[in-house]
């Protein structure tokens, strides 16, 4: 019998999880299995608003996935994916043309949320990538740079907005107003010219989070010089700054867009139903109505049953979800059921930048180093399961 194809698109927490453990638990004869990704490299989003912020070399945050997926099992292309053709079972790439798979894992990630708001991919900060980490840093140095070397020296240079107070905008402006002090020394910039805005449309800072720890965080930021706008959505995104709803405008020449995210547009590319680039997959994690498509990370929606809302997309929910597609990949390959999706939320911790963070692990609530130290733990447990201890030896962080 000839081998049945694997294909997994995506590079990400949800793809790499994937090929590492059907590396580990599928024999050469049980199938051919191939990677597609964007970049020759892989990347840990959840480590992005470091480099974006400068707090941290972005080198740090990729590595060559080569290095990563064992070659003799996994076969990488570097490319774009464009479409999924279901009637096929073929996908479409844009350098090399159309690639067959029997049974397709589809974890490409997510793009900016702008919900409806004008002007945020002309005048804002959105991608979360290598490269959009880059772009923000750069741009930041860049108007340190300009502020003492123009004849008038404009204000707005030194106004930072960050749009969304959710974890990953909050995870932002914590390592940013760690890093403005160091900023303003090197540049020969007085501090108190800097000014930091976070601006979030609903009624908290991160919504539905522990209402103490928020209060944590804030008191925190408020004292590095962060000024919260709290229920106040922005309308709109020009060149010079940001409208608020209200009619105020705030200038600025970097906003910095983190409001949430949608999936992948290859799914709606390829006529899945979904719901803002999600699709809501079945408990085993296939497409509904789809015998041999996995659907796993921010380019799937699953309810907790507990809330009767979406689980907030995350990468812990992303690697969860790739080890028991591997699992099923594998039952279904040998005509055996397949298993249901249960996912094992250990909690929710983020950064604020230097040594500290909040977060909440199993019902227990963590500020401050002892926080700072869990996070450091999560970051460095993923490598590991990446890559076991030398990974976590070459990269990871420490944790003190
Ligand atoms: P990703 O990990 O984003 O991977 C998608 C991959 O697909 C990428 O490698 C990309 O290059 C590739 N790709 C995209 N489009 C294409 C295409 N057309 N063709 C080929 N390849 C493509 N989650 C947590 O659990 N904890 C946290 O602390 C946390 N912090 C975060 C901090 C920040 C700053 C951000 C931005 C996110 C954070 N998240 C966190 C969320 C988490 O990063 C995502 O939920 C997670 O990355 C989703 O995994 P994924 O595999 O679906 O996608």
């Known amino acids: 019998a000839t081998k049945p194809t694997i294909l997994i698109l995506g590079g990400g927490y949800g793809g790499m999880v994937t090929a590492t453990k059907i590396a580990k638990e599928f024999g050469h ?17 959840t480590w992005l608003h470091e480099p974006a912020a400068g707090t941290m070399h972005a080198d740090r945050t990729r590595m060559p996935i080569a290095n990563v997926i064992n070659e003799s099992k996994i076969n990488f292309i570097q490319d774009e994916v464009q479409e999924i053709h279901r009637e096929d079972n073929k996908v479409t790439l844009k350098e090399k043309g159309q690639v067959d798979y029997d049974y397709l894992v589809t974890a490409l990630g997510s793009v900016p949320e702008t919900f409806g708001v004008g002007g945020v991919f002309e005048h804002a900060f959105s991608k979360w990538t290598v490269n959009g980490a880059r772009e923000i840093k750069d741009h930041i140095e860049y108007l340190f740079a300009k502020y003492n ?8 240079y030194l106004t930072f907005i960050v749009a969304g107070a959710g ?22 910039v007085p501090k108190n010219k800097v000014k ?88 085993d994690l296939r497409a509904p109505g789809e015998d041999n498509i996995f659907i796993i990370g921010d380019c799937s929606l699953m309810i907790n049953e507990e809330t009767e809302r979406p689980f907030p997309p995350t990468a812990q929910i992303a690697m969860q979800q790739a080890e028991t597609v591997a699992t099923n990949l594998k039952a279904l390959i040998k005509g055996e059921s397949l298993q249901e999706f249960k996912p094992d939320i250990k909690g929710t911790v983020a950064s604020l930048g230097g040594k500290e963070a909040i977060g909440i692990v199993g019902n227990k609530k963590l500020y401050g180093t002892s926080a700072n130290f869990m996070k450091k733990m999560i970051d460095n447990r993923y490598l590991w399961i990446l890559g076991g201890a030398g990974l976590v030896l070459k990269r990871g962080k420490n944790p003190f």
């Open 29 to 45: 004869n049980d199938a051919n299995v191939t990677l597609v990704s964007k970049h020759n490299y892989h990347y840990q989003t």
């Open 167 to 188: 974890f990953t905008g909050m995870e932002f402006i914590g390592e940013l107003s760690e890093r403005i002090p160091r900023l303003c020394q090197e540049y020969d």
């Open 149 to 156: 070397n123009e004849p008038e020296p404009r204000d707005d």
């Open 196 to 283: 930091m805005y976070v601006i979030e449309a609903a009624p908290t800072a991160l919504p539905g989070f522990d209402p103490e720890l928020v209060e944590y965080a804030m008191n925190l930021l408020e004292n590095r010089g962060v000024e919260f706008k709290i229920n106040q959505p922005i309308s709109e995104v020009t060149a010079e700054g940001v409208t608020l709803k209200d009619g105020e405008e705030i200038k600025s020449q970097t906003v910095v867009w983190a409001t949430g995210v949608r999936g992948n547009p290859v799914i709606e590319q390829s006529g899945f139903e979904n719901m803002r680039g999600r699709v809501k997959v079945e408990k």
